[in-house]
């Protein structure tokens, strides 16, 4: 009986354990490295349920973070109820590396992802976002690209010479895409107003001096995870969290990497305002200068007390803001 129920529980171990499935996502197709083999799917709807009714039960499918075109997969597993994971494709490229692959291709990713995978210790998952959450990450990557093109037609027109027919329809387009601009502000603004958890939240981050709107956008947006985590984790999610640089007796600078590169341009800039109007973050600030930090280092360290201040806030409704 007892040789019975150990039999049992290994069965149940080994139905339980994942089978990570690397997927490599190209412009116009999917190469998974599925237990049969190596398949090739279009990336279309048609390619996409292919795919996902071929993966095992307990399939967790790993793939790149490919500017916008995992999208289309990674929302399709998640209605299937199937665990995804998006990984930076630099960390993927290093692990590929240490194992001395040094060849890239589509086959090699998708079988250098399934290997990711299976030897990475603490994989974090991709959750699905919330709808709300979503149409406003959509809504201000648009706006972000119109403040790209007033930026490009700006210098189109100041760079038109003596003909002034440039510089004319430079100033057309800039002006189309600035009222654009405004008709997605206003767009954004009552998305917000709507969602009530949004409302809210938007609010109380509005309450700290040198936090303005764009910024409040942005993390609601590119940082939903803030509110949830633990002391520490929003600055090394943003990318602000020193690290070190030591070896033996060599004791380098520290500097900040990876992390999410939109929200933290808006943070340096929210950085530069807190530091000259948040009386709390300005003595910090100024604390640090006259002990010898450059001033972009300080900022820096603004830039972390500020995400670490809203995750407390959205965390403790009733914790009370002196800022």
């Keep these: 009986m007892k040789t019975q129920n150990t039999d049992s529980e290994a069965n149940n171990n080994k139905t339980n354990r994942a089978v990570f499935i690397g997927v490599d996502i190209s412009k116009d197709e999917l190469v998974a490295d599925l237990p ?8 279309d709807v048609k390619g996409i349920a292919e795919l996902i009714d071929r993966l095992p039960v307990n399939a967790h499918v790993i793939c790149e973070a490919t500017g916008g075109y995992e999208k289309s997969l990674v929302k399709a597993l998640h209605q299937a109820g199937k665990k995804v994971s998006v ?12 194992q001395g692959i040094m060849a890239k291709n589509d086959s090699i990713d998708a079988s250098v992802l399934s290997r990711y995978g299976r030897n990475t210790e603490k994989l974090r998952e991709t959750r699905p976002s919330a709808p709300a959450v979503e149409r406003l990450r959509e809504l201000m990557r648009a706006r972000d690209a119109l403040i790209e093109l007033i930026k490009l037609e700006t ?8 003909i002034e027919m440039l510089a004319t329809h430079a100033s057309q387009r800039i002006a189309t895409y600035q009222e654009q601009k405004k008709q997605l502000e206003k767009a954004i603004r009552e998305h917000i ?4 958890q949004m409302s809210q939240r938007a609010e109380r981050c509005l309450q700290i001096k040198g936090v303005g ?21 929003p600055a090394h999610l943003l990318g602000v969290a020193p690290l070190c640089k030591q070896s033996g007796k060599h004791d380098g600078l520290r500097y900040i990497q990876g992390g999410r590169g939109r929200p933290r341009r808006v943070f340096y800039m929210a950085a530069l305002s807190a530091a000259q109007h948040n009386p709390i973050l ?9 002990r010898g930090k450059a001033r972009k280092v300080a900022l820096v360290a603004v830039m972390r007390k500020l995400v670490e201040l809203i995750n407390k806030i959205l965390a403790e ?4 803001l002196a800022t």
Excluded at 87 to 98: D, G, K, L, Q, T
Excluded at 155 to 162: F, K, S, V
Excluded at 317 to 320: E, K, W
């Design 317 to 320: 409704p009733d914790f009370s």
């Design 36 to 43: 049969e083999g190596l398949r090739t799917k279009k990336r």
């Design 282 to 290: 300005r003595a910090f600030y100024e604390r640090l200068v006259a």
């Design 213 to 233: 709107e764009v910024m409040v956008w942005t993390l609601l947006c590119e940082l939903p995870e803030l509110g949830t985590m633990e002391k520490g984790q």
């Design 155 to 162: 210098n189109h027109r100041e760079h038109a010479g003596d």
């Design 87 to 98: 990984v930076m494709a630099w960390r993927a490229r290093a692990y590929a590396i240490s």
């Design 193 to 196: 107003k709507q969602d009530a």
